[in-house]
């Protein structure tokens, strides 16, 4: 297989990879997003801005 193919073919797996991570872990990042809204963020008192 050609270089440029090859790279395509790493490039279209990792996108696949990606999209695979961001539908399994829907769940788990709306529900941290979710608790943040409600409650601000943990360790917010300490940023300085």
């Known amino acids: 297989m050609s270089r440029a193919a090859e790279e395509d073919v ?8 990606a999209e695979r991570r961001k539908a399994e872990n ?3 990042l709306e529900s941290s997003n979710s608790y943040v809204e ?5 360790l917010a008192r300490f940023r300085p801005f």
């Open 38 to 42: 409600a409650h601000d963020a943990p």
């Open 26 to 28: 829907a769940a788990a």
């Open 10 to 17: 790493r490039h279209a797996v990792a996108c696949a990879k």
